[in-house]
């Protein structure tokens, strides 16, 4: 029977409405075009699922270890459990209460775990599948849970309770025994006190039927599980905080709240046998030792052949304030103290053997960290670290930005890694990671991955994220261009960023030419290429723009002076400086009279030699500098391109285009004057200029206009909205000439019949603005009230100012405050109405929904491309969206989406007569008799709908919109196996696919709410159906929304449970077996079961049933790969068995043989012999 799918049927639904919608909407030309494309992309190619978690769990709580297994589980304060194997072998599950997991217990060997969690339920979780599910939960209603003991191979675990009280729960069938320790019976009668919730529980190693129970307050109780009384209860006045027995079951050891170690022989309960306070300060008249922090946790391990060891954190005296957390490891006389570089949570030791009563030979030490899992060498002297094969350290510094690259170049991941190994740290311990159970999955993806991070301390990561797999690369440090500061007294006062001066914000990486573009907060972008060789820069190459709001930069300047260029390039000279101080321009003389800092940048640049390693090198860097006391921007959009050798960058003053190759400044403009741009004129620019001295009244009108918009208040932002709301009024008749103008120009301003109230607002503002600093902005009232009062006079102009649509006729100056660049795309496209070949284009996405197109003349010959100046076109606004521009792309006739253009890398530090500089690579045009006006489209993404525009005409053939009640926070145009798309996130938490070029939606899902600005910060998305987002500061989730990838999912995941012999248990030896010295069992079925010891009460705890019991956990199937590898090693087994079982046959037989011949010989002896005669 053919199965029913609702979601194509709603798809199919939903492409119709649409399609019948956008031909309404679209050209007659457009349709004719669009039924000649045969889109492939259809909804079944799309599943949204989770792959992966990546990175240390965050707010780590608990952990527990399986000796056998070799896996390692950490619990988390939001419910989270991380399982790890070996290296690539991970698993994330979640409970769904979201609770602290304050213990966990693996069922050895069993493919079981037991999590405890502070809501007071615990549940078990089979990791016999791939994915690991709960099969029982049990909820307790009147008690707290405190502590869970689980024997090794027992199947009754042990529940205490913060009454005291002891719970056995049945793990096979999670029902509780009627078995209860009672507190006031394990305690002296003759107590008066509670003595406080449980806080350990352990068996005796060598008797399973004595039980030892500690309570808070200092009491420790070994309980006759038999007999149920007490045989010996242990006082001591400090609290306890864990016990560790000695392998012999004969001692133990407590651990104190004052920092003491106290041991206590079994039969001897009066008092210690021995008291120690290992960091504190032993007074010579002997007096009891001045008391120490708490020893949070200790533990015993035995060795054969030395001394044993003893492991504990915390204990430090109270006079190190400061000092980091340490472990101690206490062996024979000598005592080492490892700090740490975060607060200890837990830590684990690491024993060759799981049975508690033999000689544990410990060999390593478990550390978990707040923000790091530490991995301690005790076999090796000094105590050196294994090496975490794990991606732990994404965290290392916050993370800012993140890129994914799906489907890279092959040659990209071994060229990042030879550079990045070595870079590795030394020192390490030799021996394997210890943790390696498990195996990884079978099923691989075609293609490789490439994460890349950007971090608060400006470093950048690059990570091998091919096969659900994470693995660093790469780091590169950006912060080695600037002068650190020393301390916080020699930090610059032209820093814009308090904390975190160097921090990544925007990526842009071309990878086929390994070209890298940062931004950083601090308004600087670097531009980095790869080499393999190591360089020493004696002078970083610098570049200084002036970006600024030019309000009469447009006008002809009065009087006698020169005229003003067609477009303003305000920026530095076409030289490259460096970053010594006389190569700045000089700054006193461009102070103003008050003392306000200008052409500054935020970053004191490096001045000694920069010595390089092979990786990623500087091959350029671009600062904004001050403008008239007011500080730069920061950077909001940020395109690189190697085949043109530019780099572009936006933020809301305007656009700047530098080229990296001759390192000038080519471009440096308000987004204003793009729009004043609109005839086709070709320009040949000139090389970046100084800006000239503006006179005081422009130079009070720039600090008080454009000044504000970034630098103070919001409230002084919706101050200058609502004015310049006012000035919008009466521009409906203004020719374009005059709309080029600023509104406080003259006469020339569209909105002068107010003139009086408005220059009593600007001598107002001016004044204000001259006394306004960080701290100081509470005199913005007076001028909020000013602004009130002539906004009600104006109230018909302001309300058509906001209804108007966002079109031409919006002043220059109300782009200004509001326009910022959002987005940039390279690529050669019919840019103008008139042009039949494609050319060199730079399209540039505003926030306020238009995409402007700038043509480029790039140089033919290299050698020419060296020596010659771009030439640059401006063509106007080409489409306008709703919301701002988030995504850009182009596709061919035929509908397939055309790759950007680049350049293949080379060694840029060979020399030159062997550096063969590959040709500029051209997406593929359609041959001369396929062109036609309509030969191109371009893909435009906004943050409310998409819309797919002809070229060169310039007709929107497809529109969509994306959504009327949230708002699109990422959007990428990526290519699946099937076609192409564009997928989107919004804010309300709907990931979304749509075809192109028809923009039919394929795919709906309601994923994941904007909870955290973190996640729409990192969101992104890539080609092959793959994402990612940091889910939370110390983790990265790795999604995919395609079929294919969801339906090898299981294939691809790795195993942890795999079939392993559980070791022999230790040989008691001929003297205890029989003497009865060695471990003594129980059966606790016996004493726990339900005919010896009833039921439990009903009320104390809820049972929630899961899929199945114990006998189904074991007989789950986890994958078709695991039944077989079970099933070879089960006949390895049987053939060993079967070829043991003939060995042993052949033995009876020989000695069968032995006694027939002996006996035969007896015979024959006494064969005549009488009676009498024997």
Not at 232 to 259: N, T
Request: charged share 20%.
């Amino acid at each position: 029977m053919k199965k029913f799918n609702i979601r194509k049927v709603l798809d199919g639904l939903t492409a119709a409405s649409s399609s019948s919608s956008s031909a309404a909407a679209s050209p007659q030309s457009g349709n004719r075009e669009n039924d000649m494309i045969q889109e492939t992309l259809q909804s079944e190619h799309f599943q949204l699922c989770k792959t992966m978690r990546h990175g240390f769990p965050c707010q780590p709580s608990s952990m527990a270890f399986d000796p056998v297994q070799k896996i390692l589980a950490i619990g988390t304060q939001s419910g989270a459990l991380r399982l790890f194997g070996r290296a690539g072998v991970e698993c994330y599950c979640q409970h769904e209460s979201g609770s602290a997991v304050i213990q966990l217990e693996f069922l050895v060997n069993e493919g079981a775990l037991v999590s405890a969690l502070a809501d007071d339920s615990i549940h078990l979780w089979n990791l016999r599948q791939k994915l690991p599910a709960i099969l029982h939960s049990l909820k307790f209603n009147r008690e707290r849970i405190t502590f869970c003991h689980l024997p090794f191979q027992s199947k009754w675990l042990y529940v205490g309770t913060e009454r005291g009280n002891i719970h056995i729960v049945n793990v096979e069938s999670f029902t509780l025994s009627g078995y209860v320790i009672m507190w006031n019976k394990a305690i002296e009668l003759s107590s008066k006190t509670h003595p406080g919730p449980v806080v350990h529980i352990s068996d005796n190693p060598m008797d399973e039927g004595k039980l030892l129970i500690g309570f808070e307050c200092g009491i420790v109780v070994l309980w006759d599980l038999k007999s149920k009384k007490a045989d010996y209860r242990y006082s001591y006045d400090e609290a306890i905080h864990s016990v560790a027995w000695h392998h012999e079951g004969k001692q133990f050891v407590c651990s104190h709240s004052d920092g003491t170690l106290t041991t206590w022989n079994v039969r001897a309960p009066a008092k210690p046998a021995q008291i120690i306070t290992p960091h504190g300060k032993q007074p010579k008249d002997g007096k009891k030792p001045e008391p120490c922090k708490p020893i949070l946790k200790v533990e015993y391990r035995t060795t054969r052949a030395g001394d044993p060891f003893m492991i504990l954190c915390g204990g430090l005296s109270y006079d190190t304030v400061g000092r980091r957390a340490c472990l101690t490891v206490m062996h024979g006389k000598s005592t080492a103290v490892l700090e740490m570089d975060y607060p200890i949570v837990d830590f684990l030791t690491l024993c060759e053997t799981p049975y508690p009563n033999d000689f544990q030979e410990p060999y390593a030490v478990v550390v978990l960290l707040e923000k790091d899992l530490v991995v301690i060498d005790l076999a090796q002297i000094g105590y050196p670290i294994f090496e975490n094969p794990y991606p732990l350290s994404i965290h290392e510094s916050p993370v800012t930005c993140c890129e994914y690259f799906a489907d890279c170049p092959a040659e990209v991941i071994p060229a990042l890694y030879s550079v990045g190994s070595r870079q590795k740290r030394q020192g390490f311990s030799k021996k394997e990671w210890p943790i390696s159970g498990g195996n990884w999955g079978q099923g691989t993806l075609s293609f490789s991955e490439i994460i890349i991070t950007g971090h608060a301390d400006g470093s950048i990561k690059f990570w091998d994220a091919s096969a659900l797999m994470l693995q660093v690369l790469y780091k590169l440090k950006t912060a080695k261009v600037f002068e650190k500061p020393r301390g916080k007294e020699e930090k610059s006062s032209t820093e814009i960023v308090d904390e975190d001066p160097f921090a990544i914000q925007i990526l842009s990486w071309c990878p086929e030419s390994r070209v890298l573009c940062v931004a950083g907060v601090s308004a600087h972008v670097i531009v980095y290429r790869f080499s393999k060789q190591e360089v020493t820069t004696e002078v970083v190459q610098l570049l200084e723009v002036r970006m600024q709001c030019e309000l009469n930069e447009v006008e002809t300047p009065e009087g006698g002076g020169e005229q003003a260029s067609a477009v303003s390039t305000p920026g530095t000279s076409s030289s490259p400086q460096t970053s010594l101080p006389q190569s700045h321009p000089s700054t006193s003389s461009n102070n103003s009279s008050d003392g306000l800092r200008d052409n500054v940048p935020c970053l004191k640049v490096r001045s000694s030699p920069l010595k390089q390693s092979p990786g990623y090198q500087v091959e350029l860097l671009i600062q904004l500098v001050w403008v008239s006391g007011e500080p730069p921007q920061q950077i909001t959009s940020l395109a690189v391109n190697s085949a043109y050798g530019l780099v572009a960058f936006g933020n809301g003053n305007g656009l700047g285009v530098v080229d990296y190759l001759q390192k000038t400044l080519l471009l440096n403009m308000s987004t204003a004057e793009l729009y004043g741009f609109t005839d086709p004129h070709h320009r040949q620019p000139h090389s970046p200029r100084k800006t000239r001295q503006p006179s005081a009244d422009t130079l009070h009108k720039k600090s008080c206009m454009s000044g504000l918009s970034n630098f103070y208040s919001e409230s002084v932002k919706k101050l200058r909205s609502s004015y310049l709301s006012l000035c919008d009024g009466n521009d409906a008749s203004a020719t374009p000439e005059e709309r080029c103008k600023s509104p406080t120009s003259g006469s020339g301003s569209p909105c002068n019949s107010d003139e009086d109230s408005k220059q009593k607002f600007i001598d107002k503002v001016k004044s204000k603005s001259k006394r306004i600093s960080k701290t100081v902005a509470n005199d913005f009232a007076k001028i909020s009230r000013k602004i009130n009062m002539i906004a009600d006079q104006k109230d018909d102009a302001r309300d058509n100012s906001f209804s108007r649509s966002r079109s031409s006729s919006v002043t220059s100056i109300d782009r200004e405050s509001r326009e910022v660049i959002s987005s940039f795309y390279f690529c050669d496209s019919l840019s103008k109405k008139s042009e039949t070949v494609a050319v060199p284009s730079l399209w540039v996405g505003t926030s306020l929904g238009s995409m402007l197109a700038i043509a480029l003349t790039v140089p033919s010959t290299p050698e020419q491309r060296m020596q010659q100046s771009m030439g640059v076109s401006f063509c106007g606004p080409v489409v306008r969206l709703k919301g701002g521009i988030l995504r850009m792309a182009q596709l061919n006739a035929s509908g397939t989406l055309l790759p950007h253009v680049y350049e293949s890398w080379y060694e840029p530090n060979a020399p030159e007569e062997e550096r063969e500089r590959p040709r500029r690579r051209r997406p593929t045009s359609p041959p001369p008799s396929q062109e036609n006006p309509d030969c191109q489209y371009i893909v435009v993404c906004s943050e409310k709908q998409a819309k797919v525009v002809a070229m060169p005409s310039q007709n929107c053939v497809y529109e969509h919109n994306i959504t009327e009640t949230s708002f699109v926070l990422r959007a990428d145009v990526v290519t699946m196996t099937a076609g192409v798309g564009i997928a989107c996130f919004c804010a309300n938490g709907h990931i979304m696919t749509l075809s192109l070029p028809s923009l039919r939606p394929l795919l709906d899902v309601n994923y994941l709410p904007l909870t955290d600005m973190r996640i729409a910060r990192t969101f992104c998305f890539s080609n092959q159906g793959q994402a990612l987002y940091l889910t939370s500061p110390t983790e990265i989730q790795r999604i995919t929304y395609s079929q294919e990838t969801c339906d090898n999912l299981q294939e691809m995941l790795g195993e942890l449970f795999t079939p392993v012999e559980t070791p022999e248990a230790p040989n008691r030896g001929f003297f205890k077996g029989l003497f009865g010295g060695g471990a003594q069992s129980l059966d606790r079925e016996d004493l726990f079961g339900e005919v010896s010891a009833g039921k439990a009460s009903r009320s104390l705890a809820q049972h929630i049933p899961g899929p199945g019991g114990m006998e189904g956990m074991k007989g789950a199937a986890s994958g078709v790969v695991g039944e077989l590898a079970r099933a070879r090693i089960a006949l390895d087994e049987r053939g060993q068995k079967l070829g043991e079982l003939e060995e042993r046959t052949a033995a009876m037989m020989s000695s069968a043989d032995s006694f027939s011949k002996h006996a035969h010989d007896m015979m024959l002896k006494y064969k005549d012999k009488k009676w009498y005669q024997l």
